[in-house]
């Protein structure tokens, strides 16, 4: 019997958890997991790709200091705030001009076994660092590097609307999700251990 109210118990925590996620008020939480994330964030994640990508194009075709004037005007015209960073993690603010130290953050990003998009919810804030890597429009000003190379970073930070985190989609699943804790917490309570050994030897008799 001990093992039949060890799952019960187990099953019931993970159902009420997942009841909790239905109805919680948003929260503000450093990390995203795959389960939690809304559509919502994916398609603000694809802008910040299509920024990116205008950007290196901009940079690469014409004078790079373009690259710059066109982040300043969508950080104007869309609210947002975009860095940029070298691949030593520290901020360039125009062509030539860089801090002294690097971004932490930034770095962790870089230095990842695989580098790719790193997103976090952070003070009513959705930040993201998107690694730049080595391309053949980029060999102009960044030579002697191969495609597998993190030449650059940009970090893009907006608001968002909390609610939207707690979108239609995000509920259904956990609502599936309680639905089968929930049968299998009725079928917990129903099995009975000792009375299938107890037949079991009857039927040896």
């Known amino acids: 019997m001990k093992i039949k109210y060890f799952f019960i118990v ?51 075709l ?32 125009a062509p030539g001009k860089k801090s002294d130290k690097s971004d932490v953050n930034v770095l962790k990003v870089i230095n990842s076994m695989k580098p790719s998009i790193y997103s976090e919810i952070k003070w009513g804030n959705y930040i993201s660092i998107l690694p730049i890597k080595m391309e053949d429009r980029c060999t102009f000003c960044h030579k002697g590097k191969s495609g597998k190379d993190i030449i650059g970073v940009m970090m893009f930070k907006r608001d968002f609307d909390g609610y ?32 299938n050994i107890k037949e079991l030897f009857d039927k040896k008799k």
Do not use: C, N
């Open 10 to 60: 187990l099953v019931s925590l993970l159902f009420i958890i997942s009841v909790s996620q239905i109805f919680t008020i948003p929260p503000y939480q450093k990390d995203m997991y795959p389960i939690y994330k809304s559509g919502y964030f994916d398609e603000i994640e694809k802008g910040f790709v299509v920024i990116k990508d205008a950007f290196i194009a901009i940079k690469s």
């Open 62 to 93: 014409k004078d790079p200091v373009y690259g710059w004037i066109l982040l300043k005007d969508i950080e104007k015209t869309q609210k947002m705030d975009i860095k940029v960073f070298d691949r030593f993690g520290k901020e360039v603010y």
């Open 164 to 195: 939207i985190y707690y979108s239609s989609e995000r509920i259904i699943i956990f609502i599936l999700i309680s639905i089968v804790l929930a049968m299998v917490l009725f079928m917990l309570l129903r099995w009975d251990p000792e009375h």
